[in-house]
T-cell receptor, first 116, second 113 residues
Framework: DAGVIQSPRHEVTEMGQEVTLRCKPI?????LFWYRQTMMRGLELLIY????????DSGMPEDRFSAKMPNASFSTLKIQPSEPRDSAVYFC??????????????FGSGTRLTVV | QKEVEQNSGPLSVPEGAIASLNCTYS??????FFWYRQYSGKSPELIMS????GDKEDGRFTAQLNKASQYVSLLIRDSQPSDSATYLC?????????????FGQGTRLTINP
């Protein structure tokens, strides 16, 4: 299995532009998670899906952020408009379960976003 | 109070010694506990999971769980320079019917040759 695949690996954009991050989970994993990692705040859960349905979006910082999962093999995280404080590494992860025994998460390589 | 707390370090350990990493959590209902290793510029990688009180050993790694004290730790025996990384503690937490993993800030570990 190729693991969780994210694209792009790096994204540099100007403030105010729309940014779309993409993720392909491991086949057969029913749960997909979007995390953001910064030095100050660590690894924060933004939103997660179960069978393509959003379950918990309480971590989405504001209306500028949106996430979709149109099918079991693809998800997007969109930021519109982007701001410099959105600069971070965004990770996608997938799992067979939400975090209860015995499942951990498998992370993708991440997208490093820089908003200038 | 943060849901999952770790000492950010850096923790410096000589090669061959035992490295001890600690984590406390606030949700008494948590049932699953994980340790992830993250090399600089890379993604977190799952190395250990533990669900019951006591010790769980896997090679040079031992995870320890004490639910009464809300404490989980990771011991790395015979530390190697390749163990130098940030170690993230993750705890499952249930909120408003949804279950998820909450991560600590991580402890940066350096093994000195």
């Amino acid at each position: 299995d190729a693991g969780v695949i994210q694209s792009p690996r790096h994204e540099v954009t100007e403030m105010g532009q729309e940014v779309t991050l993409r993720c392909k989970p491991i086949s057969g994993h029913d749960y997909l998670f979007w995390y953001r990692q910064t030095m100050m705040r660590g690894l924060e859960l933004l939103i997660y899906f179960n069978n393509n349905v959003p379950i918990d979006d309480s971590g989405m910082p504001e209306d500028r952020f949106s996430a979709k999962m149109p099918n079991a093999s693809f998800s997007t995280l969109k930021i519109q408009p982007s701001e410099p404080r959105d600069s971070a590494v965004y990770f996608c992860a997938s799992s067979l379960g939400p975090g209860g025994p015995p499942y951990g998460y498998t992370f993708g390589s991440g997208t490093r976003l820089t908003v200038v | 109070q943060k849901e999952v707390e770790q000492n950010s370090g850096p923790l410096s350990v000589p090669e061959g010694a035992i490295a001890s990493l600690n984590c406390t959590y606030s949700d008494r209902g948590s049932q699953s506990f994980f340790w992830y290793r993250q090399y600089s510029g890379k993604s977190p990688e799952l190395i250990m999971s533990i669900y019951s009180n006591g010790d769980k050993e896997d090679g040079r790694f031992t995870a320890q769980l004490n639910k009464a004290s809300q404490y989980v730790s990771l011991l790395i025996r015979d530390s190697q320079p390749s163990d130098s990384a940030t170690y993230l503690c993750a705890v499952n937490s249930r909120s408003q019917g949804a279950q998820k993993l909450v991560f600590g800030q991580g402890t940066r570990l350096t093994i000195n040759p």
